[in-house]
């Protein structure tokens, strides 16, 4: 996969923990992966389309979550309800929207986010490479998957 689309990710994890979360993290390097089932129990996942296409994939732990969700809120949580589902939805909305405004190209769109909690599977898209960009907390690790593939530009478009 270009890096010209695994860097975007890394600079928006980088600036939604800085400025939103303010929870400190190591970042770790990018490794490709080849199972579609996220390394942890909650998925907030959101698809791309346009330039690209293909989906990104924030896996975190209950209780990373509850540490997440807490420091963005400024509110204690302790169980993933409503509120917490939520909010792991807008911290994939912010690294997925982060990223994508440094895609080159610049017609990509981000679909809502959906959030997934237990044992699942995720849909990446077939032949794509998912590359997983591993995060790590005091409370816990995360993932970052990226799967995605540049859509070629129609030649009518291209003249």
């Known amino acids: 996969m270009d890096v010209r689309y695994i860097n975007p990710f890394i600079t928006s994890v980088k600036n939604v923990f800085q400025t939103m979360i303010n929870v400190p993290f190591n970042l770790g390097k990018p490794n490709l992966r080849g199972e579609s089932v996220p390394l942890y129990e909650i998925s907030g996942i959101i698809g791309l389309s346009g330039d690209v296409t293909g989906c990104i994939v924030v896996s975190l732990s209950c209780?990373?979550?509850?540490?997440?969700?807490?420091?963005?809120?400024?509110?204690?949580?302790?169980?993933?309800?409503?509120?917490?589902?939520?909010?792991?939805?807008?911290?994939?909305?912010?690294?997925?929207?982060?990223?994508?405004?440094?895609?080159?190209?610049?017609?990509?769109?981000?679909?809502?986010?959906?959030?997934?909690?237990?044992?699942?599977?995720?849909?990446?898209?077939?032949?794509?490479?998912?590359?997983?960009?591993?995060?790590?907390?005091?409370?816990?690790?995360?993932?970052?998957?990226v799967a995605l593939k540049e859509n070629p530009v129609p030649a009518e478009v291209a003249s």
């Open 63 to 145: 209780v990373l979550s509850y540490q997440l969700v807490s420091a963005l809120t400024g509110e204690e949580i302790t169980k993933v309800d409503e509120d917490c589902i939520d909010a792991i939805g807008e911290i994939t909305n912010m690294i997925a929207g982060g990223a994508k405004k440094d895609f080159p190209g610049g017609k990509t769109t981000i679909s809502v986010p959906s959030v997934v909690i237990g044992k699942h599977q995720v849909a990446y898209p077939k032949g794509v490479p998912i590359m997983t960009i591993p995060c790590e907390t005091s409370a816990g690790r995360f993932a970052i998957d």
